[in-house]
């Protein structure tokens, strides 16, 4: 099994930055594929950026490439999001996953989960 648990949400004025991290405990974390969705509410949860276990593959939806960087610290269990340019319209819940199948951009790619955090953007 393998537990997440993220932790940096908050409320940030649009323009404003703020930085996720997710620990992980219980397995191998250098091999788990990571991913953040977010889900807002009365929405679909979706896809927000994936990294490889080797680190060198990042993967971004349209929506916050080139504003989020998902990044992953082996030796601390940690994977991290990096969030410039906050906008209202990124609000939501977001979510850490973990997988050891190949990365997907799914929810159903991901088998382990965290609880969430709560990300408000205010305009």
């Known amino acids: 099994q393998v537990q997440l648990v993220e932790s940096g949400g908050g409320l940030v004025q649009a323009g404003g930055s703020l930085r996720l991290s997710c620990a992980a405990s219980?397995?191998?974390?250098?091999?788990?594929?990571m991913g953040w969705f977010r889900q807002a509410p009365g929405k679909e949860r979706e896809f927000v950026a994936a990294?490889?276990?080797?680190?060198?593959?990042?993967y971004y939806a349209d929506s916050v490439k080139g504003r989020f960087t998902i990044s992953r610290d082996n030796a601390k269990n940690t994977v991290y999001l990096q969030m410039n340019s906050l906008k209202p319209e990124d609000t939501a819940v977001y979510f850490c996953?973990?997988?050891?199948?190949?990365?997907?951009?799914?929810?159903?790619?991901?088998?382990?989960w965290g609880r969430g955090t709560q990300v408000t953007v205010s305009s």
């Open positions: 219980g397995r191998t974390f250098s091999s788990l594929n």
């Open positions: 990294i490889r276990w080797t680190g060198g593959n990042t």
């Open positions: 996953a973990a997988t050891y199948r190949p990365l997907g951009r799914g929810p159903s790619d991901y088998d382990y």
